[in-house]
């Protein structure tokens, strides 16, 4: 089955093409240099430019599989969570393709396209599994039970890790996307130099908090500027991730032994932080856990998770009514 996958949830435009779960395409479109010059993401401006690029977006994934739409089974788009202008875009193109072709379609929850991107990779989970997906929008930990079956475990109750990351960018003047800048800034800073705070909440509690974290490093920040004393950009950097790092890992491993779950997968953006990685091999193995992470650029935000999750959810579903309208929030759980 040729699958047409679309992702258009936040800032970046994707589209890629599926055959029977094989990538014959996977082309994106990244807005980092329209948003850097204010820090973060505008909806408005994002909403925009995924108008220009959506049609030229799928054209060019359609290219590269060397298929024509007449060729397309299945259309799958992301249909929430995200910022809802955007989502309107690709999810309106896609059923406006669906109808005038008519092509079945369905919507997806960004959130299985996440979860479910491990398998766009060589090295495949069993089920059941657990997954903690970070990124900019999202700290959630999820029993993944079949290809279409996910059970919310729990989530952040403030920022999210990602958002967190960008955020203590901001505020040392280091380079938008904040994510990749502070963790090559923590590639040679000692995570040891201070100690920040890590927000574990409730006993056995599988939410996770980390507005707290962002408050201490401002603060800490403040202090040294006070003393007129120089930042060490590397250091604090480093001790930062640490203390994100330490809660996720921690956080999901916990979740693995009180579900009695022997398989831990980790999907989003942050997920591709090698730091993190480093972290969840080691003690998965020391915890006897089997640990499987997603190949870097399935990592993102990308139309090929789209493509897979959609792909099963038809099987098991079938396609939806084209009445149905984005949401902001995750339908998950």
Not at 156 to 177: H, S
Request: net charge negative.
């Amino acid at each position: 089955m040729l699958v047409l996958g679309i992702e258009s949830s936040c800032d970046d435009t994707a589209a890629a093409v599926l055959n029977n779960n094989q990538i014959l395409s996977n082309v994106l479109n990244c807005q980092d240099s329209v948003h850097a010059e204010f820090g973060g993401i505008v909806p408005e401006l994002a909403s925009r430019k995924h108008l220009q690029a959506i049609n030229p977006v799928v054209e060019k994934a359609l290219a590269r599989a060397d298929v024509q739409l007449s060729d397309i089974d299945l259309i799958a788009a992301t249909q929430g969570p995200g910022l809802i202008g955007s989502l309107l875009v690709g999810f309106s193109y896609a059923k406006a393709l669906a109808h005038v072709r008519a092509i079945p379609i369905t919507g997806v929850d960004h959130m299985a396209g996440h979860i479910l991107s491990v398998f766009l990779g060589e090295e495949k989970p069993a089920f059941p599994y657990i997954a903690l997906i970070v990124s900019g929008g999202t700290s959630s930990l999820f029993l993944a039970e079949e290809f279409h079956q996910f059970r919310l475990l729990g989530r952040t109750r403030d920022d999210a890790a990602g958002e967190a990351f960008d955020k203590v960018a901001k505020m040392l003047g280091l380079a938008y996307p904040g994510g990749p800048s502070v963790s090559a800034m923590a590639a040679t800073g000692n995570p040891c130099h201070v100690r920040f705070p890590r927000a574990w909440l409730e006993e056995k509690s599988l939410d996770f908090s980390f507005s707290g974290l962002k408050t201490a490093v401002l603060s800490y920040v403040n202090q040294q500027k006070m003393k007129n004393a120089t930042l060490q950009l590397h250091d604090i950097c480093a001790s930062f991730q640490e203390a994100v790092v330490e809660v996720l890992v921690e956080k999901s491993i916990l979740a693995a032994h009180t579900h009695h779950i022997s398989t831990l997968v980790i999907g989003g953006g942050v997920s591709a932080n090698t730091r993190l990685r480093e972290v969840f091999a080691r003690r998965c193995q020391e915890d006897g856990i089997t640990f499987h992470a997603p190949e870097p650029q399935y990592c993102t935000d990308n139309a090929a998770m789209i493509a897979f999750a959609g792909y099963h959810k038809f099987c098991k579903f079938g396609a939806h009514g084209r009445d149905e309208d984005v949401y902001s929030r995750s339908q998950l759980g």
